[in-house]
């Protein structure tokens, strides 16, 4: 479904990518995991286009995305949960979920995706008339997702989402990524959290100074030494 | 009731109807800055703009006054339009004094090219609409459709920005301008859309001054400054502060204007603008 092949990409003056291929099939979840400042953010930024690749070639189902604006990703399919949520924090809760399906093909479907994320997320049809800013961590993350399910994309991209959040909270938004892997959506997630985002995907790539090192399946993964010495302090 | 209560509510009345036109005034500004967070020093001179467009179109052109108004309006928001991707664009990014700097520029541009098209002297639309008498009050009934209309359209505003998918991707991008193409907004669409609609708010208005006043090159010097005061009053950027500082304002001026002279209602008005600005310096509801 997603593909890059010897994507670079970085800031003025510092590149924070190299050479990074990595692949992405429908149906599947995969991980992007690796510790902070390795380029995981960015990698996904590059994917939605907020960033323009300085080599390279990304394909979404086959249509290459390298010279498609910023703006024009979300209608091939692509929805990006960015890090730290970044709600609107003077908008409600429903006004959130209606910008993201501002698209005209998704607007057509906003009845109808709407009440999918509220079953989804029943607490944000609590709190839909409140404003963003007042929710909590984990009930923004919710509120974050289901904006960029009211896309209604066939890839999700996700951003830390365990980030920031109380250790309890944490369990329960891999318990939805997990729910979200199983509802048919094709997932790229990026994680520091290495070992619970280990046991919601099927495969992952382990990302190192903008550099893939290693990939593989889950299990692989957790069993490498590397990885465990590294990152499970095993 | 006393004769002299006749008049001070009349005072009151009139105060409400010019408070109707100030909010008009303050909100194409404010909407300019809470959305593309720069200040049109230069939004009077449109508003000027607008009002020789309803004079050349309905005295010169003898088109019908209803179809002058949505053409004035129409023109208007163009000029923001080019204002934007002329002026505005190319500084976007730029220190605010920068900003402030290119579209005084364009106040300056406007007058003096005004001056040389127009000439000098006071433009008269020769439409008078007779005064309404209320048992022992009167008030102009060009003021009153003035405050009818502004009043329908900062509530068509309210409406667009609360309900519309456009309206709440312009409140969106003045909280977070960076994530909006995740939502597959263009910025600078949006940008665009939203000086058309400050361009149009004010070509409203200069239909609606174009009825009580006389045009003239330097007519922006007369509302200019107090419109400003009026947004800094209620929160630079915050549309519903704005509405209620023009009310205050017009309540100091017309109140004012009834127990001194009108000029002394201004007096008082900007010392009341003075005195908040110690007490509240962000404004009326203003954040931070």
Not at chain 1, 180 to 194: P, S
Not at chain 2, 209 to 226: K, M, R
Request: overall charge neutral; aromatic content about 10%.
């Amino acid at each position: 479904m997603l593909s890059l092949e010897h994507v670079s990409a970085g800031y003025a003056g510092f590149q924070a990518l190299f050479d990074v291929s990595l692949e992405v099939k429908a149906g599947e979840a995969v991980a992007v995991i690796g510790p902070n400042g390795a380029g995981k953010t960015t990698l996904l930024r590059v994917i939605s286009k907020l960033i323009d690749p300085t080599a390279g070639e990304i394909r979404m189902e086959g249509g290459a995305l390298t010279a498609v604006p910023a703006h024009e990703v979300i209608a091939r399919g692509i929805a990006h949960v960015p890090e730290n949520r970044r709600l609107f924090p003077r908008l409600t809760v429903e006004e959130n979920l209606k910008m993201g399906s501002f698209v005209p093909s998704a607007r057509k479907k906003y009845t109808e995706n709407i009440e999918l994320v509220y079953k989804h997320f029943p607490r944000l049809k609590e709190r839909r008339m409140q404003l963003a800013g007042t929710l909590s961590g984990g009930e923004q993350q919710m509120c974050a997702i289901g904006r960029a399910l009211m896309s209604g994309p066939r890839l999700l991209l996700l951003d830390e989402p365990s980030a920031g959040l109380a250790p309890v909270v944490v369990q329960s938004i891999f318990e939805l990524v997990r729910r979200i892997c199983t509802e048919g959506y094709t997932v790229l997630i990026v994680e520091q959290n290495i070992r619970q985002v280990l046991k919601v995907v099927k495969r992952a790539y382990l990302l190192e100074a903008g550099r893939i090192v290693l990939t593989g399946s889950a299990n692989e993964l957790l069993d490498s030494k590397e990885i465990q010495k590294t990152y499970l302090g095993l | 009731m006393d004769i002299f209560d006749i008049f001070l509510l009349e005072a009151v009345l009139n105060g409400l109807l010019l408070g109707g036109l100030l909010a008009l005034l303050s909100l194409g500004l404010n909407l300019i800055f809470g959305v593309i967070d720069v200040v049109w020093i230069c939004y009077a001179e449109l508003i000027m703009c607008g009002m020789y467009a309803v004079y050349y179109l309905y005295v010169v052109y003898h088109w019908p006054l209803l179809l002058a108004m949505p053409c004035a309006i129409g023109i208007v928001a163009l000029l923001g339009v080019l204002l934007h991707q002329f002026v505005i664009r190319p500084v976007l990014t730029a220190e605010p004094i920068n900003q402030l700097l290119v579209t005084g520029g364009v106040l300056f541009f406007l007058q003096a090219a005004a001056t040389l098209v127009f000439g000098i002297e006071f433009k008269n639309l020769g439409v008078a609409l007779p005064s309404i008498v209320v048992g022992e009050m009167s008030f102009s009934a060009s003021r009153l459709v003035a405050f009818c209309v502004a009043l329908a359209g900062v509530l068509a505003l309210y409406f667009f920005l609360k309900r519309s998918y456009l309206g709440i991707a312009i409140r969106a991008i003045s909280q977070d301008r960076a994530i909006m193409p995740l939502m597959g907004v263009s910025p600078a669409r949006i940008f665009v859309i939203t000086s058309a609609l400050g361009g149009a708010l004010a070509g409203l208005a200069a239909c609606l001054l174009v009825l009580q006043y006389d045009t003239h090159p330097a007519i922006g010097l007369s509302f200019g400054p107090i419109t400003f005061l009026i947004c800094v009053l209620g929160g630079l950027g915050n549309m519903v502060g704005g509405f209620i500082a023009a009310f205050l304002f017009a309540q100091f001026i017309s109140v004012g204007g009834f127990f001194f002279a009108l000029e002394w209602g201004y007096v008082f008005s900007f010392i009341f603008f003075i005195a908040m600005m110690f007490w509240r310096p962000q404004g009326i509801l203003g954040g931070k």
